[in-house]
């Protein structure tokens, strides 16, 4: 009887040290996620894997004022030519002070948008923009990373390039 006792015990002690095992280990990982959300949070910057698509009324439209007019990098042939367009940054809406924060900022430096972006259409070429089929959009990707960096947020989801004339 003593010996049934004594293994009740020894049973009882690993089941309790495993349970107290399983308890630790989850907290632990639970406290690393709650941190890497609350991360992401504070800077503004998500997974942009995360990133779902947003709805028209989810973003919030900033022009980079007037229409950007330079001239594009001289091609093989010599010839010398310009692009005017019209840029224009999304930022996501949906995430209340954050959003305010980065609308305020990229409203606040609009000139540094403007010049980043100025800086990477004067490096293209004609044929870069007008005989690729996806120019533009490569040029809208290439700015939006740009200004993301620049302003260190992905809430910046967007960059649309419109009205550009070419000669």
């Given at each position: 009887?003593?010996?049934?006792?004594?293994?009740?015990?020894?049973?009882?002690?690993?089941?309790?040290?495993?349970?107290?095992?399983?308890?630790?280990?989850?907290?632990?990982?639970?406290?690393?996620?709650?941190?890497?959300?609350?991360?992401?949070?504070?800077?503004?910057?998500?997974?942009?894997?995360?990133?779902?698509?947003?709805?028209?009324?989810?973003?919030?439209?900033?022009?980079?004022?007037?229409?950007?007019?330079?001239?594009?990098?001289?091609?093989?042939?010599?010839?010398?030519?310009?692009?005017?367009?019209?840029?224009?940054?999304?930022?996501?809406?949906?995430?209340?002070?954050?959003?305010?924060?980065?609308?305020?900022?990229?409203?606040?430096?609009?000139?540094?948008?403007?010049?980043?972006?100025?800086?990477?259409?004067?490096?293209?070429?004609?044929a870069d923009v007008q005989d690729n089929p996806d120019g533009v959009s490569?040029?809208?990707?290439?700015?939006?990373?740009?200004?993301?960096?620049?302003?260190?947020?992905?809430?910046?989801?967007?960059?649309?390039?419109?009205?550009?004339?070419?000669?």
């Amino acid at each position: 009887m003593e010996k049934n006792k004594f293994m009740l015990v020894i049973i009882l002690a690993v089941l309790v040290l495993m349970l107290g095992t399983i308890i630790g280990v989850s907290l632990y990982v639970l406290n690393i996620m709650q941190n890497q959300a609350l991360e992401a949070e504070d800077t503004g910057n998500r997974n942009p894997q995360a990133i779902r698509k947003l709805a028209v009324e989810e973003k919030t439209p900033i022009e980079l004022g007037e229409p950007l007019q330079t001239n594009l990098k001289t091609d093989d042939d010599g010839k010398s030519r310009y692009i005017q367009m019209l840029v224009t940054v999304e930022v996501d809406n949906t995430q209340g002070k954050e959003s305010e924060a980065v609308i305020t900022l990229i409203n606040r430096y609009l000139y540094v948008a403007r010049s980043i972006t100025f800086n990477l259409v004067r490096n293209r070429t004609y044929a870069d923009v007008q005989d690729n089929p996806d120019g533009v959009s490569l040029l809208e990707r290439e700015i939006l990373e740009a200004l993301r960096d620049e302003f260190e947020s992905n809430l910046i989801v967007g960059v649309v390039i419109s009205d550009y004339i070419m000669q």
